[in-house]
Every structure is written in structure tokens, then in C-alpha cells.
């Protein structure tokens, strides 16, 4: 694409920046839009009302969503259930298992890496406060968890290991069976964050051996809102729930369930089921575009995490000489982003980069990259000219 030709699209483009911000939430698939859009007019039924036949069809139609969702997964259908979203999933994974384990059993202890999610950091805080052993690992400058190190810090009182599936900043996949045969060793349960996996790569948690999943509809194409956590039923996974109610949800999440976006959700599922393998191929083909270019274009650059170990979607880099702050500022055309949507209101530079080894101002100069379904090898072009030149223009500055 030449410049030309790039001033062009963006003329066309309505004065909308072109979207690469596919960690922070996809677009809504306009075949989950469809499905959805009955049950917010003509199917609007409580599905807990199963007195009645309107209750009772929107009652089935979130049970085929769960089935859907569970058929992604290779679970039971009773094994998934329906939470507001993985923040939520994530949060009654972590207390709901630390606060069981430790009342039944006296394990008191959770193990997690510096490289989660702020709501898995921040609830191990939380815990920590009420008298949990919490450790946080280091990882490896690519990311991965170092699993001796992991082994060693499992004991006999742990009662949980959370480790995210794929990380939403850098986009490493880490080894979750290996974690799960090192936590069961000493009788601890996995828990894993897989908002930024699950429809994007095969997940099995059957294979995986995994004990809790959280899961969103938003990573996947499906609505924001709702989303869901696995629980195992076979060894039996128990919880603790964190507010009462009137027992939906295998009593574990009590309250009225969103019925559209249950329904959105499963739509979203069977479509990342059928479609997956050809579209990660799909995706990895974008990426090795975005590299190389990149690479090409801008002398220096860095890219942060596995260059293996990844989900193809997504590509942190490293910019020299400019702040990712600055360069945002002079790219209308593009929306980016620094790191995590959770925390980009934060000024301090990114904790998962800092993680890896980056110095803060390597940090400062990080940017986030995503895309996904809608993606076009036209707009990695596009995207690939419009940060050359901005970073070019601010060196220059």
C-alpha cells in the first residue's frame, strides 16, 4: 500500500479509526446480534419463571447456550455457569475456592504469577488480607512460568494455583496440563483466566486437566456482560459463593440471568467451534505480516513475550526513542493501546512488561497490537504505515 493509496482509505473510512484493540473487546458478530435481538422484544420471559411457557422457552434457550458454550470447552453443561463476566469468574474462583479449601481443609494457600490479570492479583490481595498465604511468582523474560520454580512453591497447605491461559498484554500461552500435573501432585486445584483463549485456540479442559476456567462472551465475539466459570463436577470442585440469593446457578451465582446475552454467548461459542482452526491460520498469516514489516520498518523495535508460545492475534512491541502515550496522541487513524483496557487510566508503566525485565521506559514505549476476526491483510498495512510515520515524526521531534 502505498501512502496514497493509505490516505485514501482513511479518507473513506468516515473518520473512524481503524480497530486494533481486539484484547480489550471484539466487535459483536453480527450473526450473535441476530440471535440475541428476539429475546429483548418478543421472547423477554424471566427464565427462572418455568411456571409458564414463555419462561420455559427462554429457560431452554439459555440451556442450548450452555450447551454450546460446554461443547467449546469439552465439558458437561451442568459443569458451566453463567457469571456477569470473567472479572466475576475470577474472583469467585480464587475466595470461593480459598475460602472453602480453608474452612474444610486448611489449606490456606494461593500460588499465582506477577503476570495476571489485575482482578487475580488484586483478589489475592484481598485474600492475603483475610490471613491467606498468597505467593506471587516471577516469570521468565519471554513470560512463561519457570515450572520448577511453580513446583517448588506448591505445598501441601496450597490450596489453589491460578495461572492465566493466554496473558491479554502480550499474548503468551502458557502451559496449563504442566501446571495442573504439578498442582494435583499436591493436591491443589488449577484455576486459569482463559478470557483471551477460549474460541481463539483449542481448549479442552478435559486434556488440560484444568479444575476452574473463567471465560468471557466479549473476547469471543459475544456481548459484553456476561460470561462464565467451569467447575468441575468429577473429583468434585467446591466453592464458596460470594452473595446469596435464590439459588440459581447450581446456587454458586445467585441471581436473574441476563437472558440475551446468555443466548449471545452461546451463538458466539458454536461460531469460534466451527470456525477456529481457519481462522487462527487466518490470523498467524496477519501476524508474520505485522512482524516483518514492523521489523523492516522501524530499526530497534522490540517484541515482548514467546515468539512461539502465542495466540496469533495479538503483538506487543517495543518502540525506541517515543512514548506510547505521545504516539497514540498522533494516531487518530488507529486505535490502539498501551496495555490493558483494565488499567489503562494508570500512568505507571505496565506490570506485566515490568515482569519480563522491561526498564520503565521500554515500558512507557509499549504498544499493544490486536486484531481478529475482522481483520484485513489491508488493514495491517494500513496500520503498519500510519506507526511508521508517527513514530518517525516524533524521533524527529
Keep these: 500500500m502505498t501512502e496514497a493509496s493509505a490516505e485514501r482509505r482513511l479518507a473513506n473510512r468516515d473518520a473512524r479509526p481503524l480497530y486494533l484493540d481486539y484484547q480489550a473487546t471484539t466487535p459483536v458478530d453480527p450473526r450473535v446480534l441476530e440471535a440475541m435481538l428476539p429475546?429483548?422484544?418478543?421472547?423477554?420471559?424471566?427464565?427462572?419463571?418455568?411456571?409458564?411457557?414463555?419462561?420455559?422457552?427462554?429457560?431452554?434457550?439459555?440451556?442450548?447456550?450452555?450447551?454450546?458454550?460446554?461443547?467449546?470447552?469439552?465439558?458437561?453443561?451442568?459443569?458451566?455457569?453463567?457469571?456477569?463476566?470473567?472479572?466475576?469468574?475470577?474472583?469467585?474462583?480464587?475466595?470461593?475456592?480459598?475460602?472453602?479449601?480453608?474452612?474444610?481443609?486448611?489449606?490456606?494457600?494461593?500460588?499465582?504469577?506477577?503476570?495476571?490479570?489485575?482482578?487475580?492479583?488484586?483478589?489475592?490481595?484481598?485474600?492475603?488480607?483475610?490471613?491467606?498465604?498468597?505467593?506471587?511468582?516471577?516469570?521468565?523474560?519471554?513470560?512463561?512460568?519457570?515450572?520448577?520454580?511453580l513446583e517448588a512453591a506448591i505445598d501441601e497447605r496450597t490450596a489453589l494455583v491460578s495461572v492465566m491461559a493466554v496473558n491479554n498484554e502480550i499474548g503468551v500461552i502458557q502451559p496449563l496440563a504442566e501446571i495442573a500435573r504439578l498442582a494435583h501432585a499436591k493436591g491443589a486445584w488449577l484455576h486459569s483466566d482463559a478470557a483471551q483463549a477460549i474460541g481463539k485456540i483449542p481448549f479442552d479442559v478435559r486434556a488440560l486437566d484444568v479444575d476452574l476456567v473463567s471465560i468471557s462472551a466479549h473476547k469471543m465475539y459475544g456481548p459484553k456482560g456476561v460470561g462464565a466459570l467451569f467447575v468441575r463436577r468429577r473429583p468434585r470442585v467446591r466453592l464458596e459463593p460470594l452473595f446469596d440469593g435464590g439459588g440459581q446457578e447450581r446456587a454458586l451465582r445467585s441471581g436473574t440471568l441476563p437472558a440475551p446475552l446468555v443466548?449471545?454467548?452461546?451463538?458466539?461459542?458454536?461460531?469460534?467451534?466451527?470456525?477456529?482452526?481457519?481462522?487462527?491460520?487466518?490470523?498467524?498469516?496477519?501476524?508474520?505480516?505485522?512482524?516483518?514489516?514492523?521489523?523492516?520498518?522501524?530499526?530497534?523495535?522490540?517484541?515482548?513475550?514467546?515468539?512461539?508460545?502465542?495466540?496469533?492475534?495479538?503483538?506487543?512491541?517495543?518502540?525506541?526513542?517515543?512514548d506510547a502515550q505521545a504516539l497514540l496522541k498522533n494516531l487518530p487513524e488507529l486505535a490502539l493501546s498501551t496495555g490493558s483496557a483494565c488499567t489503562s487510566t494508570e500512568v505507571e508503566p505496565s506490570h506485566v512488561l515490568r515482569a519480563l525485565g522491561r526498564s520503565d521506559a521500554e515500558a512507557s514505549a509499549a504498544l499493544r497490537i490486536g486484531f481478529g476476526r475482522f481483520s484485513t491483510e489491508v488493514d495491517i498495512d494500513f496500520a503498519v504505515e500510519r506507526l511508521v510515520a508517527a513514530q518517525r515524526r516524533l524521533r524527529a521531534a
Design 263 to 322: 443466548v449471545g454467548f452461546g451463538r458466539a461459542a458454536a461460531i469460534a467451534r466451527q470456525e477456529l482452526e481457519s481462522e487462527r491460520a487466518r490470523l498467524w498469516g496477519l501476524h508474520r505480516r505485522l512482524k516483518q514489516r514492523l521489523a523492516a520498518e522501524i530499526p530497534g523495535i522490540g517484541f515482548n513475550g514467546s515468539a512461539e508460545e502465542r495466540i496469533p492475534g495479538n503483538l506487543s512491541i517495543v518502540l525506541p526513542g517515543v
Design 39 to 149: 429475546f429483548f422484544t418478543e421472547h423477554f420471559a424471566n427464565p427462572h419463571s418455568v411456571e409458564h411457557a414463555p419462561g420455559r422457552f427462554v429457560a431452554a434457550a439459555v440451556e442450548q447456550a450452555r450447551e454450546e458454550l460446554a461443547k467449546l470447552i469439552n465439558a458437561e453443561p451442568r459443569e458451566t455457569i453463567f457469571t456477569s463476566g470473567a472479572t466475576e469468574s475470577n474472583n469467585l474462583a480464587l475466595k470461593g475456592a480459598l475460602r472453602f479449601r480453608r474452612a474444610h481443609e486448611g489449606r490456606d494457600g494461593l500460588v499465582t504469577l506477577a503476570t495476571e490479570h489485575k482482578c487475580i492479583l488484586e483478589s489475592a490481595e484481598a485474600l492475603g488480607r483475610e490471613g491467606c498465604r498468597i505467593t506471587v511468582l516471577p516469570v521468565s523474560s519471554d513470560g512463561l512460568v519457570d515450572l520448577a520454580q
